[in-house]
């Protein structure tokens, strides 16, 4: 009964290579995000999408591609890693609404090393 | 542009009471939100204030001054548990939370 989930939780990999992030939440909700928490936990949205559309774009280098087949999904993929991209991150969702975006819930996040 | 304030640090006792203070600058602004995040572990909501005053959920509160840009989380009957981050974020235009880089607070015994 996992409110919001991502797999994988660990990915160590190679620069260079490409790799994806699932995320599934069964809250119902119709925004979902991603977000980057660096090794200073800063947290960062990267991508916001309302049912299935985007909504905000931050400025990410466009080796980053989310891609939301429905609203309960929104998946990450990251091309040609870099050691840059080594970070945890987040999935969350919202519901819709004016307001409703200050209550999030985030899945147990990535985490990504690139080596 | 969209920036918050909050301590790096803070360190107190089993028992004590806590203050986190936040102040935030922002072009929009539908409410100031408090979420905590152990080790290891997801962010977690854990207030929001949309209005100024105090809201309190048992042992954690939240306090909003709009006119002041301003807002704390107070954390009473500090328990061990409690060593965690917390982050203050507001929602500063639709969809988009804008969080503080986080307060590390120590609770010793």
């Known amino acids: 009964d996992t409110a919001v989930s991502q797999t994988p939780k660990y990915l160590v990999t190679q620069m260079g290579n490409d790799k994806s992030i699932k995320c599934e939440q069964n809250?119902?909700?119709?925004?979902m995000y991603w977000y980057k928490q660096d090794s200073k936990k800063f947290l960062k949205i990267m991508f916001s999408?309302?049912?299935?559309?985007?909504?905000i774009n931050e400025t990410v280098p466009n080796r980053f591609s989310p891609k939301s087949p429905d609203k309960a999904h929104l998946n990450l993929h990251i091309n040609s890693l870099e050691l840059g991209d080594s970070a945890v991150y987040f999935c969350?969702?919202?519901?819709?609404?004016?307001?409703?975006?200050?209550?999030?819930?985030f899945g147990p996040g990535t985490r990504l090393l690139v080596l | 542009g969209q920036s918050l304030e909050q301590p790096s640090e803070v360190t107190a006792v089993e028992g004590a009471i806590v203050q986190i203070n936040c102040t935030y600058q922002?072009?929009?602004?539908?409410?100031l939100s408090w979420y905590q995040q152990h080790d290891g572990g997801a962010p977690t909501f854990l207030s929001y204030?949309?209005?100024?005053g105090l809201e309190e959920t048992g042992r954690f509160s939240s306090f909003l001054s709009r006119s002041d840009s301003y807002g704390y989380l107070l954390l009473q009957e500090l328990q061990m548990k409690d060593s965690a981050s917390y982050f203050c974020?507001?929602?500063?235009?639709?969809?988009?939370?804008?969080f503080g880089a986080g307060t590390r607070l120590a609770v010793h015994p």
């Open positions: 999408y309302n049912n299935k559309e985007l909504i």
């Open positions: 809250l119902g909700h119709d925004t």
């Open positions: 974020a507001v929602a500063g235009g639709y969809n988009k939370l804008i």
């Open positions: 922002t072009s929009g602004f539908y409410g």
């Open positions: 204030n949309a209005l100024d």
């Open positions: 969350a969702s919202s519901q819709d609404g004016t307001g409703s975006v200050v209550t999030q819930y």
